[in-house]
């Protein structure tokens, strides 16, 4: 299996800062990397897909970046909106494993 | 639009059996894998497989293989997830996905949830 680890596993920020996720593939998947929100009570929702890719309607304060094994998810300023847990998820192998997940709260 | 429902919350006691259910609308069902994915409780996301309803062709996460079964009937446009034997451990909240994509696939359509509830 491939493990994907994110870091950190949670992070304090205020409205209007910059952050940056880091997920960490064991071994290369290409560019085969999707970035998810999920809030409390809900089902994930999709915000990059291919590492770089923004899904439609997402804004465009979120971007990724990354390659082979190491891979970022940043937020260039942050919202009140955008507290909430963010997962990586490879799909480069059949099992499309996800990281441990990101707690982003307000400082 | 691309809509997901799964079937309503259970209550379980430990060794009974379950089914739940995801059904797909406005796509092909046939042409795109569904994935589940488990949540337990205040902890984060697991990979469980998928299915392609087309043939029925099904990939497991070793960590759930033998403790679930995959299926689906094209017919009425419907993904299962099932348990013969359930445990405490099961408590979880349990989503379906459309995955999306060839290689490189990300899941960009999901259901409400189901979540399922294990106790004595």
């Known amino acids: 299996d491939i493990q994907m680890t994110q870091s950190p596993s949670s992070l304090s920020a205020s409205v209007g800062d910059r952050v940056t996720i880091t997920c960490r593939a064991s071994q290369s998947i290409s560019s085969y990397l999707n970035w998810y929100q999920q809030k409390p009570g809900k089902a994930p929702k999709l915000l990059i897909y291919a590492a770089s890719s923004l899904q439609s309607g997402v804004p465009s304060r979120f971007s990724g970046s990354g390659s082979g094994t190491d891979f970022t998810l940043t937020i260039s300023s942050l919202q009140p909106e955008d507290f909430a847990t963010y997962y990586c998820?490879?799909?480069?192998?059949?099992?499309?494993?996800f990281g441990q997940g990101t707690k982003l709260e307000i400082k | 639009e691309v809509q997901l429902v799964q079937s309503g919350a259970e209550v379980k006691k430990p060794g009974e059996s379950l089914k739940i259910s995801c059904k797909g609308s406005g796509y092909s069902f046939t042409s795109y894998w569904i994935g589940w994915v488990r949540q337990m409780p205040g902890k984060g996301l697991e990979w469980m497989g998928i299915i392609y309803p087309g043939d029925s062709d099904t990939r497991y996460s070793p960590s759930f293989q033998g403790q679930v079964t995959i299926s689906a009937d094209k017919s009425i446009s419907t993904a299962y997830l099932q348990w013969s034997s359930l445990k405490a451990s099961d408590t979880a909240m349990y989503y379906c996905?459309?995955?999306?994509?060839?290689?490189?696939?990300?899941?960009?359509?999901w259901g409400q949830g189901t979540l399922v509830t294990v106790s004595s």
């Open positions: 998820q490879q799909s480069y192998s059949t099992l499309h494993t």
């Open positions: 996905a459309r995955v999306t994509g060839g290689s490189g696939s990300y899941y960009r359509n």
